[in-house]
């Protein structure tokens, strides 16, 4: 049967989507568009020439492996990129993409890891390179964290941080410390010999299940009671997952009683590990509990500047400061806007400048501060219904500009952080009580579907996604 590349390229993106974060793919793999599969070569084209060095640089364990899974090993990868004067480029770039290396002299064993196709193309550790302590930026919210864990990377299972229990919320660089530690443990030169193993709770869990189902517990146990410093992300997972606690308890034990290093990471503290056994709670609590807080703006600001030289990326000081300030949720959410906005830079060809953020974060973010104050909510308001802003503020009580009063209040409340009595004072000095009066009203309108609630929804939409 004849292959063709549209279709090997659907499944490779199948694959390829199970595998990473939604926005990613959305990002970096939807814009991708196959061009061609003969000679044993499946060409892709990409926008830009940005697009396939991220790629190359961020996937190409991923992209090998959605390939070698489809079309097998001896399949290569060319990218085709899109120049600049519109045409195709007709002279793909080749790529020869790594092969999987056995390290020399590694131990035999049989790796749960090697259940599943996709982990047999990462290195032993599991780490990622990428998370090295050089780039985890130090402020007031991980301090501590950082400094025990460089502790315990220059001498694992030696110090008293053992063991080592991060925890933080989402996307606060959890994960990126443990791995850093492991990294740092790699690649010093007198530690090379130990066995740094990164697994997170749920992968644990699954492949104790595997293990479970097809008769091979004790491998299972074998293969991690050789492991000289153990790193298992995400705690929190193991919650009411009792017979894998069991297991996990046994190995912890294990370990700890031989010297070597645990190191966990858990979204909350441990006293509010729902689920988890007190036995293995108190375990947790022989070491250092150490947690991740929210950055502050200077940390924001220094972790973008980081990122952006690292990827040799130049953006102006102004939009910087205005992604700090817009986004302080987490870092993660931080970065992925990062990379739409240089993914979206390079596929309109344009210079990241603050308009082109302010365009871009609108899709990426809700409710970015569109800058809405009370003189904008009028205006917009005044100009939906074909009044003037006086007519808002004026006292006559003419139906349809109580109506259209009313909802600039309302928004006035809902956008803004003025008080009751601040929103009445900008409406021709009105009483509070008349506020709290438009914004049921308003509500009603919403909620029993008037003949105004249109307009209501329109008004809403122009506030938020104001230019
Ligand atoms: P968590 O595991 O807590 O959910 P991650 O470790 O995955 O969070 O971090 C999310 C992203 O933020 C990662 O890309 C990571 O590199 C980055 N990050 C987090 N903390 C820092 C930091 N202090 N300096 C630089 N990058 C960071
Ligand atoms: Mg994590």
Redesign the pocket.
């Known amino acids: 049967m004849q292959l063709d590349c549209h279709s090997v390229w659907l499944k490779c993106l199948a694959f390829i989507k199970d595998n990473i974060g939604e926005q990613s793919f959305e990002t970096w793999f939807a814009p991708i568009k196959p061009t061609r599969l003969e000679n044993h070569v499946l060409t892709i084209q990409v926008p830009s020439q940005f697009f396939y060095e991220y790629l190359e640089e961020h996937y190409v364990f991923l992209l090998r492996t959605a390939i070698d899974k489809e079309l097998g090993k001896n399949w290569k990868l060319e990218y085709s990129v899109v120049v600049d004067n519109g045409n195709q480029s007709n002279q793909p770039y080749t790529v020869n993409m790594p092969n999987k290396s056995k390290r020399a002299g590694q131990k035999e064993y049989t790796s749960p890891f090697q259940l599943k196709a996709i982990d047999e193309n990462f290195q032993e550790s599991n780490l990622n390179s990428q998370?090295t302590f050089e780039?985890?930026?130090?402020?007031d919210c991980?301090r501590l964290a950082r400094s025990a864990g460089f502790a315990v990377a220059q001498k694992p299972g030696i110090t008293s941080f053992n063991p080592l229990m991060v925890y933080?919320?989402?996307?606060?660089?959890?994960?990126?410390?443990v791995q850093a530690i492991g990294n740092e443990i790699k690649n010093n030169l007198e530690l090379s010999n130990k066995f740094i193993l990164y697994v997170s709770s749920e992968k644990f869990t699954n492949q104790f299940i595997e293990a479970l189902k097809t008769n091979r517990l004790q491998e299972f146990q074998n293969f991690y009671l050789q492991v000289d410093v153990l790193i298992l992300?995400d705690v929190q997972f193991l919650a009411g997952k009792e017979k894998t606690q069991e297991m996990f308890f046994h190995i912890f034990n294990h370990l700890h009683q031989s010297g070597k290093q645990i190191i966990m990471?858990s979204d909350c503290p441990p006293r509010d590990l729902m689920g988890l056994q007190e036995r293995l709670l108190s375990r947790f609590k022989w070491g250092l509990t150490a947690d991740?807080q929210q950055?502050d703006f200077e940390?924001r600001i220094a972790?973008i500047e980081?990122?952006m030289q690292a990827d040799g990326i130049n953006v102006p000081q102004n939009v910087i400061e205005y992604l700090a300030h817009t986004i302080d949720t987490?870092?993660?959410e931080?970065?992925g806007v990062l990379i739409s906005l240089i993914a979206q830079a390079s596929l309109v060809r344009q210079d990241l400048d603050l308009n082109l953020a302010k365009r871009t974060l609108k899709h990426v973010v809700n409710n970015v501060d569109a800058d809405v104050s009370i003189e904008s909510i009028q205006n917009t308001v005044a100009e939906h219904f074909n009044l003037t802003v006086s007519d808002l503020k004026a006292k006559s009580r003419k139906k349809e500009l109580v109506t259209a009063r009313q909802i600039a209040m309302y928004f006035a409340k809902e956008f803004t952080e003025h008080s009751l009595k601040s929103i009445g004072y900008h409406f021709g000095g009105r009483d509070h009580s008349t506020v709290i009066h438009a914004v049921q009203s308003v509500n009603d309108i919403i909620t029993e579907n008037t003949d105004l609630k249109p307009d209501v929804l329109a008004i809403e939409k122009k506030l938020k996604f104001k230019e």
């Open positions: 998370y780039n985890y930026i130090e402020g991980n933080g919320g989402v996307g606060l660089g959890k994960t990126h410390l992300d990471t991740l950055p940390t972790i980081r990122k987490n870092i993660r931080l970065e």
